[in-house]
């Protein structure tokens, strides 16, 4: 518990024990095919053993939820991301191409677990979640990603298809298989209370491991003689989660007030587009860039994360639960 709580703090302590390798060891190279594996299978699989995919198939029958995600996830998102990229990055197209990458990639474990928190809709974030994520390997990934990043940086669709299918639709597969394998031999219960909680210690040790070798490389002594430019990206990302929030808030209040959809599921479009998934969009990094492109892609996924978990546990504090309360009180 105290390592996932804590987890934003071992990011930011292995990414500095990297770039400190680099400046005074001089670093290492770490082979792609390696950094890869890693991705794959200890930070990408855990998460697919822990996500229902089939949840979604259950839930057709409410598109309002869906429509208004996919709207705020595909349209809204990749737009206020490439406004804040041209605004801040026009001169480092690396940068920007990790910031319209984030954007491309939504939901996360953090969706549900602060659904949870607000007394908001969980149902609804169960099969959001997946959904987006499907959405994004069939459509953002293959389709809008090269459409916006292809303007400053070349992107060879066909990689991104492949990569899509190498780090996110086998381990898909081989996640889903394992899961209903453990609850058809071992039960719910054993799944929920020994395998759920432990997948994503393991999903975040890998991510630490990978930080650092990408971190360590040695082609980063660029990065670090660039070091102004890496704490400049910090402005769009910033600007980019502000506005989506802002968006995503203004919107779920427009919908709850026509009673398009209640306060609970409104909630859960806030964090299903604010929460974005990091694990992911570093696979796709690694996968589809060389690995010093990789680096440069991944700070800012990196700064990302840094951004978006206490943001998140910020407003799930101060804003979720009140929301919700407010808004059974005045039905009442």
């Avoid at 769009?236 to 808030?249: C, E, F, H, Q």
């Avoid at 209640?262 to 299903?272: I, M, P, R």
């Avoid at 860039?289 to 996924?301: I, P, R, S, Y």
Wanted: net charge positive; glycine share 4%; aromatic share 14%.
């Amino acid at each position: 518990m105290f390592f996932k709580q804590h987890l934003h703090y071992f990011i930011v302590c292995v990414l500095l024990a990297g770039l400190v390798n680099v400046y005074f060891l001089g670093g290492f190279n770490t082979p792609k095919a390696y950094l890869i594996f890693i991705v794959v299978a200890f930070v990408i699989f855990p998460v697919m053993i822990n996500t229902d995919f089939w949840e979604i198939f259950d839930h057709f029958r409410e598109p309002r939820p869906v429509f208004c995600s996919i709207i705020l996830n595909f349209l809204i998102s990749p737009a206020i991301a490439f406004m804040a990229g041209s605004l801040f990055l026009r001169d480092q197209p690396l940068l920007f191409t990790g910031l319209i990458l984030i954007s491309l990639i939504p939901t996360s474990s953090m969706s549900m677990a602060w659904t949870s928190f607000s007394n908001a809709n969980l149902a609804t974030a169960l099969y959001l979640t997946p959904l987006n994520i499907l959405f994004a390997a069939f459509i953002g990934l293959p389709l809008i990603f090269p459409l916006l990043a292809d303007q400053f940086i070349e992107i060879n669709t066909l990689m991104i298809v492949r990569n899509i299918i190498t780090v996110f639709f086998i381990p898909l597969i081989i996640g889903g298989i394992l899961r209903k394998l453990i609850i058809r031999f071992k039960g719910d219960a054993f799944f929920s209370s020994k395998i759920q909680p432990n997948v994503g210690i393991v999903s975040g040790a890998g991510l630490l491991v990978l930080i650092f070798l990408v971190m360590s490389q040695e082609r980063n002594a660029m990065l670090l003689e660039n070091y102004r430019a890496l704490v400049f990206a910090v402005i769009p990302v910033i600007l980019y989660y502000a506005l989506m929030y802002a968006v995503s808030v203004f919107w779920m209040k427009q919908l709850v007030s026509r009673h398009v959809i209640d306060s609970k599921k409104g909630l859960v479009l806030v964090y299903t587009s604010v929460a974005r998934h990091i694990n992911i969009a570093i696979a796709i990094a690694l996968s589809s860039f060389t690995v010093d492109q990789g680096a440069a892609v991944m700070f800012v996924l990196i700064i990302a994360y840094l951004v978006q978990v206490p943001g998140l546990a910020f407003f799930a504090q101060k804003f979720g639960k009140n929301f919700i309360m407010k808004t059974t009180d005045a039905s009442l």
